[in-house]
């Protein structure tokens, strides 16, 4: 796998169904979107309330080396943009929906797509600075806070 440089969720080239796909780390979508559950739980939850498909939607692999708590290695999960999209609105929180906008611009440059004029406001120049610093209002609403 291959980590591209991203601001919010590191976007990276992995395999998915003998195809190299963008992908997410389904840990580290987990954490930016501050989920309750543990890990496990809550992506299992997810599979299966949700019915995404190992090999299209995401792909389960083992690290190498010793888990640093003891027992047995972490399962690890590295999921589709379009499934991590889905786990991001799902979530029904700011900061869903912030990954959700997120993913799609993504997706836009990759197509090679312009950028609605709405996300351009949103993005501003600074490409997800805005983001990246923790705000959840919107930068032209009059309203500033952080996450």
Same mark, same amino acid.
């Given at each position: 796998?291959?980590?591209?440089?991203? %601001?919010?969720?590191?976007?990276?080239?992995?395999?998915?169904?003998?195809?190299?796909?963008?992908?997410?780390?389904?840990?580290?979508?987990?954490?930016?979107?501050?989920?309750?559950?543990?890990?496990?739980?809550?992506?299992?939850?997810?599979?299966?309330?949700?019915?995404?498909?190992?090999?299209?939607?995401?792909?389960?692999?083992?690290?190498?080396?010793?888990?640093?708590?003891?027992?047995?290695?972490? %399962?690890?999960?590295?999921?589709?943009?379009?499934?991590?999209?889905?786990?991001?609105?799902?979530?029904?929180?700011?900061?869903?929906?912030?990954?959700?906008?997120?993913?799609?611009?993504?997706?836009?440059?990759?197509?090679?797509?312009?950028?609605?004029? @709405?996300?351009?406001?949103?993005?501003?120049?600074?490409?997800? %600075?805005?983001?990246?610093?923790?705000?959840?209002?919107?930068? @032209?609403?009059?309203?500033?806070?952080?996450?």
């Amino acid at each position: 796998m291959r980590r591209a440089s991203s %601001k919010l969720i590191p976007i990276q080239k992995a395999q998915l169904g003998g195809s190299e796909v963008n992908a997410v780390s389904g840990r580290d979508l987990h954490a930016f979107l501050e989920v309750g559950k543990d890990f496990t739980t809550w992506i299992k939850d997810h599979v299966e309330a949700f019915s995404f498909i190992e090999g299209q939607d995401f792909e389960v692999f083992t690290e190498n080396g010793e888990n640093p708590k003891g027992g047995r290695p972490a %399962k690890e999960y590295m999921t589709s943009i379009s499934m991590a999209k889905e786990l991001a609105m799902v979530q029904r929180t700011a900061k869903g929906k912030q990954a959700r906008l997120y993913f799609i611009e993504c997706e836009r440059r990759a197509t090679g797509k312009q950028t609605s004029k @709405h996300l351009n406001r949103w993005l501003h120049a600074g490409e997800c %600075k805005y983001w990246s610093m923790g705000y959840t209002s919107h930068p @032209h609403s009059g309203r500033k806070g952080a996450a």
